[in-house]
């Protein structure tokens, strides 16, 4: 149980254009998702929060025009790179809490996004 | 602001050998404190702690969490070359349920 998909896995775009992921719960109710980035040999760098039904909650330096988030559902958040640059290439991870359970986090298996 | 601090940042060790890694933390709003294990992907989910001194077990992976100290320890004993990976821990804050601060994780690298 408790599996997060991710999808693409991968994507390469050129600069200028938006990239949307896509990051579901397929089998628990998440309220709460987390977007993170990754950098080579570096932590988790935690982006943003995602509430169902609500706007979601930016960590400071993260541009909110720049990386969009909604999460219209329970089990699906979408994260859209709009104006992708070079150094937006990265790998995002996504994760989800269940609604009510304990702190434990299960992530995604990342999107590396590569902007040409 | 919160803060997750992991040593070593990398380690090499050999089959056979037991490794501890150690995570020190400093946050307003403590909750949990997790161990997870990133491969070539994601991270996976090791262990959550929230009570110091009870160990938490996993076959050849252990756990331990002092409050007063602000302090973890992973211990994994008889170390595997599947042992190889990043080491994360991250800190689950109070202020919202699963919201975590990560540390910069530790490398292990198990040679055969």
């Known amino acids: 149980g408790a599996v997060v998909s991710q999808h693409p896995s991968w994507v390469i775009c050129k600069s200028g254009t938006s990239v949307k992921i896509e990051c579901r719960s397929l089998d628990f109710q998440a309220t709460t998702m987390f977007w993170y980035r990754q950098f080579p040999k570096q932590s988790l760098m935690l982006m943003a929060t995602?509430?169902?039904?609500?706007?979601?909650?930016?960590e400071q330096g993260v541009e909110k025009d720049k990386f969009l988030i909604n999460h219209a559902s329970l089990t699906l958040s979408t994260l859209t790179v709009t104006s992708a640059h070079p150094e937006d290439s990265s790998f995002y991870i996504c994760s989800a809490s269940i609604a009510g359970g304990p702190d434990t986090q299960y992530f995604g298996p990342g999107t590396r996004l590569t902007v040409l | 602001e919160d803060k997750v601090v992991q040593s070593p940042l990398s380690l090499v060790v050999h089959e056979g050998d037991t490794v501890t890694l150690n995570c020190s933390y400093e946050v307003t709003n403590f909750r949990s404190l997790l161990w997870y294990k990133q491969e070539k992907k994601a991270p996976t989910f090791l262990f959550m702690l929230t009570s110091s001194g009870i160990e938490k077990k996993s076959g050849r992976l252990s756990s331990i969490l002092d409050k007063k100290e602000l302090f973890s320890i992973l211990n994994i004993t008889a170390t595997q070359t599947g042992d190889s990976a990043i080491y994360l821990c991250a800190v689950g804050l109070g202020t919202n349920a699963g919201k975590s601060t990560f540390g910069d994780g530790t490398t292990l690298t198990v040679k055969p």
């Open positions: 995602s509430n169902e039904g609500s706007k979601a909650t930016y």
